[in-house]
């Protein structure tokens, strides 16, 4: 021991206050270190860049809904009914899934009021197994459009997703056809789709029911797409272009009606649905 080290544990230092670990959250964008608190305060959008971050389901519901609204119970489905393995157990992964996510799958659907007008809102979890789209996913879509036509109110759904359950294989293709079903069943009851995209949504959810909405709304800086950047530009072999496959990219090219600040999103919805019920009610008096 030397003269340093003895000094050192003669002084009546204090014991090192301790900190949670998410006391602070890192920007993914620009890098900045936030309080966490702040940054949930703020509804996980950066206030440095105005960068948009991902979140949960029910922090998504209650962003959208009045206060008290009803949550439909996830409807159960047969699980992994291909015996699917990779690296692990299909069946595994649902666990552990399911062991961080308060849902037992990736699509929740919340019925309620918005500022209050009536409405159903789904929301896609990118926190559950990337959002991916499985039979549970594609029954509890079209369990909230079913809810929707009963209430005869509009139906809102909040995209993300990276694609298709690979573990399901053409199980979960099938939900393409089977959803975009139920949006027809919408139109002709002559109630409003609304869709809003958040980041990310790819794959077969944006080929099916996430771009079919009366009214596509995308939050600002979403990646939407089906493929990949890295997959159309060796395919065509040419650079594609600055900001391509982003919200404000598609809204200045005719794929998406409008780019929403997350904290108009609720006022902005509310406005809709006030003008597509007004609209709605003209058109039975004519």
């Not at 014991?15 to 940054?39: A, G, H, I």
């Not at 002559?190 to 794959?203: A, C, N, Q, S």
């Not at 079919?212 to 939407?224: H, M, N, R, S």
Request: net charge neutral; proline share 4%.
């Amino acid at each position: 021991m030397n003269w340093l080290t003895r000094v050192r544990n003669s002084l009546p230092f204090k014991s090192k206050r301790e900190t949670n670990d998410n006391l602070w959250v890192k920007c993914p964008n620009c890098q900045e270190m936030l309080f966490t608190k702040e940054y949930e305060e703020n509804q996980q959008v950066c206030p440095r860049c105005e960068h948009h971050g991902r979140i949960g389901a029910d922090e998504r519901l209650s962003q959208i809904l009045d206060m008290s609204f009803d949550l439909l119970e996830q409807p159960e489905v047969k699980e992994d009914p291909l015996k699917f393995r990779d690296q692990k157990k299909y069946v595994d992964r649902l666990k552990e899934a399911r062991a961080k996510n308060p849902h037992r799958d990736a699509f929740s659907v919340g019925s309620g009021q918005i500022e209050g007008h009536d409405a159903v809102v789904g929301v896609q979890d990118f926190g559950f197994m990337g959002g991916s789209m499985g039979m549970a996913v594609g029954t509890a879509f079209c369990a909230g459009a079913e809810r929707a036509l009963t209430r005869k109110c509009a139906y809102i759904v909040v995209t993300a997703a990276g694609g298709a359950r690979m573990q399901e294989g053409i199980l979960s293709l099938m939900q393409m056809p089977k959803a975009t079903v139920m949006t027809r069943r919408l139109k002709e009851a002559g109630l409003p789709y609304i869709v809003v995209l958040t980041d990310p949504t790819t794959g077969g959810v944006t080929a099916s029911y996430a771009m079919l909405g009366d009214i596509q709304i995308a939050e600002p800086g979403a990646l939407i797409g089906f493929a990949g950047q890295r997959v159309i530009q060796d395919t065509i072999r040419e650079k594609l272009p600055e900001g391509f496959q982003r919200a404000e990219y598609l809204r200045k090219h005719g794929m998406v009606d409008m780019v929403v600040h997350r904290h108009k999103l609720r006022g902005t919805l509310a406005s809709l649905l006030d003008y597509l019920q007004g609209a709605a009610k003209d058109t039975e008096a004519a």
